[in-house]
Nanobody, 122 residues
């Protein structure tokens, strides 16, 4: 059974940093794209960032480009999302999932886990 478990969220002030982790079980992350998505208050889930199987290519939404960095440690079977210069607009529940790029953008290939809450206060 494939499981991706998110952790690392918290409540911070604007301008602070957080690092989220996505630990995988039942799947080897070196074989798949993995993406981070988020769901803010009253919003639908939106794409944040993704990384290719080898970790050599990364992709970001315009809203986080230059502030967030996605990376992976294939030895630990874990994907990370380093979030810097956090803004109140980044407040959301963050989810990771196997992902794929379609004609309408990045989409998840696996079901959602519990996610991890990030709250940024200004």
């Amino acid at each position: 059974q494939v499981q991706l478990v998110e952790s690392g969220g918290g409540s911070v002030q604007a301008g602070a940093s957080l690092r989220l982790s996505c630990a995988a079980a039942g799947i080897t992350l070196s074989t798949t794209f993995v993406g981070w998505f988020r769901e803010g208050p009253g919003n639908e889930k939106e794409f944040v960032a993704s990384i290719n199987p080898s970790g050599s290519a990364t992709f970001y939404s315009e809203s986080v480009r230059g502030r967030f960095a996605i990376s992976k440690d294939n030895a630990r079977n874990t994907v990370y999302l380093q979030m810097n210069s956090l803004k109140s607009d980044d407040t959301a529940r963050y989810y990771c999932a196997r992902s794929t790029l379609t004609s309408t953008g990045w989409k998840p290939l696996s079901s959602w886990g519990q996610g991890t809450q990030v709250t940024v206060s200004s």
